[in-house]
Structure formats: structure tokens, C-alpha cells
């Protein structure tokens, strides 16, 4: 059918001019248009960058371009522009996708590059991501997994950086990177300060036992970004969860960890949680319960280790 889209791939057009020829809003990421049936689907990675995730872009195999939905505060919603991408094809709409580049020349309006025309995936048309709003608030997003029809223009710069769904849960070994401080030079910020005492405290441990460990990536299904655990001891086989603090929240959050690391590790390892001091005792009796180690830095006299009762046949 005659749409009379006349845009040919590659091209530049800006919002104002695809908004008289072809309807559609001028501002929004995603905007269905009531004078042709299209939605119009507006990708810029350098807003999702500023929050520190970007899903945007093409898969390694350049079968898919992956979308992240809209919806800026909280968790995103199947609404709106989100909708209008999931039902396109019921609604009679085709799927347009522009990339920003540059600015239109004499404004300080962003200029967009036409990649072409796409339709959602028939068996898995979306996915479900983490990432920051602009509160800085962990919440998850539509990663929506959009299919080319016909010719699409495909460029180097416009890869995703998180590259499309895993099929299958892959769990790897991985060489142990070197905890040291200077790794994180960020100042100020809760979690970089965390994360630099979790990785001396890991540094220390290592020393004190003289021994090499390794660390397991685990890539889930139906996800694209892998967790990196903390400490494995390969001999022993025995995972470590590293906390910066003993306080009941990081003790919790530590085991739900570890709980969830283990159901990909074949064999499944045992479980030790390790920590910058001794915690109290009721925290060492929930990970007595819990079947997991506590293992905890003693001022002056290294580790101490605190095992839970060995299980009854």
C-alpha cells in the first residue's frame, strides 16, 4: 500500500518538517501520528548515557535494533508511546526509526537521521532492563526488539553497547581483576565509596591466604548484562560475597547474592559471606540457618571463620 512516505533511507529531517508532512507531535521519543499511519520512534543513546545505561542500537548481528521505551521517573508502564510501538501492527501503523545527529542548521534543534522502517519482534517483542532515572533511582525499562522490513541503514556508531537477549543462561569463569583502590577514582558517592571498601577488603583477604581466586560471569536468559561475583575459590569450590559493612541491610542483601549466583554455578558452590568485621551474633545465627560462612576480618590477626552446622543426611 501507497503510504506516501517518500523519505528515502539516510536522509536528515527534522521534527518540525516530518510534523507537517506526516502528523505525529513534535517532542516526544515515541509519537503515533493521526495523518499517517506511522509511529515515529526518535533513538538518542547520549540521553540514556547521561543517566549511565544504553540499550540503544543495533545487535551484534544486525537482525534487531533494540529501543528503550519511554517514561523518565519510575518504573516505565505499557502506555502511551510504549503501547503504540507494542500494538503497531493491529493499529495498521508502520514503525519509523530516527536517529539524532547534529543540530538543524541556524537552531539549536536536534537534527534526525532516517534508518528506516521496522516492525516489533512477533515472539519476543520486548524485554525488561534496570536502569537510572533521572531521580538517579534504580527502576526497570521496555527494551523494545525492533525488526527491519526492507532496506535499514546500518552504521558501526549506531552498535548497542549491550548487544541483544541471551538465550540461555551462560556462567563462565573469569580471571580475577586486581582489587585496588585507585581502580575507583570517582569521589562521593555512596555506592563508589562501597564498592572501593568491598574491593580492599577483597585485596586483604586474597593476601592474608596466599592463593589465587577466580570470580564467575553469569549472563541470565532473557537478559543482556552480566553479573561478576565477588571472590571464588575454585579448590574449595566456594563463593565469597564481599560487603564493605556488617550492618542487617548489606548481611541481607549480601545472602540474596549469593543465593542468586548459586543457582547457576554447576557444581553448586558452598557459600561464605565476607566481611570487614564480626556482625552480631543474631546476623551469625540467620546465616547459620541459611547454610552460609561467615568469614570476617579480626583487627590485627587477620580472618576468622564462622561455619554453619553441616547438614543431616
Given at each position: 500500500m501507497n503510504d506516501g512516505w517518500d523519505i528515502p533511507i539516510g536522509a536528515l529531517l527534522g521534527r518540525e518538517e516530518r510534523m507537517a508532512r506526516y502528523g505525529g507531535a513534535k517532542y516526544g521519543g515515541i509519537e503515533p501520528s493521526g495523518k499517517s499511519p506511522n509511529v515515529f520512534v526518535y533513538s538518542d543513546p547520549s540521553r540514556g548515557e547521561a543517566f549511565g545505561y544504553n540499550f540503544d542500537g543495533w545487535s551484534p548481528d544486525g537482525t534487531v535494533f533494540l529501543y528503550t521505551g519511554e517514561g523518565r521517573v519510575g518504573p516505565q508502564q505499557m502506555r502511551d508511546g510504549n503501547r503504540s510501538i507494542l500494538e503497531h501492527r493491529t493499529k495498521g501503523r508502520a514503525l519509523r526509526l530516527f536517529i539524532a545527529e547534529g543540530l538543524i542548521l541556524g537552531t539549536a534543534q536536534k537534527n534526525?537521521?532516517?534508518i528506516g522502517k521496522f516492525e516489533v519482534d512477533r515472539e519476543q517483542p520486548y524485554f525488561l532492563e534496570e536502569a537510572p532515572d533521572e531521580l538517579h533511582e534504580l527502576r526497570t525499562v521496555f527494551v523494545f526488539r525492533l525488526r527491519p522490513l526492507g532496506k535499514t541503514l546500518q552504521r558501526n556508531a549506531d552498535q548497542s553497547s549491550s548487544g541483544d537477549v541471551r538465550i540461555i543462561t551462560e556462567a563462565v569463569l573469569s580471571p580475577l581483576e586486581a582489587y585496588v583502590s585507585r581502580t575507583f577514582e570517582s569521589p562521593g558517592t555512596p555506592a563508589t565509596t562501597a564498592v572501593r571498601r568491598e574491593s580492599e577488603l577483597c585485596a586483604r583477604y586474597i593476601s592474608y591466604l596466599g592463593r589465587p581466586f577466580q570470580r564467575w560471569k553469569i549472563t541470565p536468559a532473557g537478559e543482556t548484562r552480566s553479573l561478576l561475583t565477588d571472590l571464588y575459590d575454585q579448590q574449595g569450590n566456594e563463593l565469597y560475597e564481599a560487603k564493605g559493612t556488617a550492618t542487617r541491610e548489606t548481611v541481607r542483601q549480601g545472602v540474596g547474592q549469593l543465593l542468586d549466583y548459586r543457582r547457576h554455578i554447576t557444581p553448586k558452590p558452598s557459600l561464605a559471606l565476607l566481611l570487614p568485621h564480626r556482625p552480631s551474633n543474631d546476623l551469625i545465627d540467620f546465616?547459620?540457618?541459611?547454610?552460609?560462612?561467615?568469614?570476617?576480618e579480626e583487627p590485627g590477626a587477620g580472618?576468622?571463620?564462622?561455619?554453619?552446622p553441616a547438614r543431616q543426611p
Open positions: 534526525h537521521r532516517y546465616l547459620r540457618d541459611v547454610g552460609i560462612s561467615c568469614v570476617f580472618f576468622s571463620r564462622i561455619n554453619p
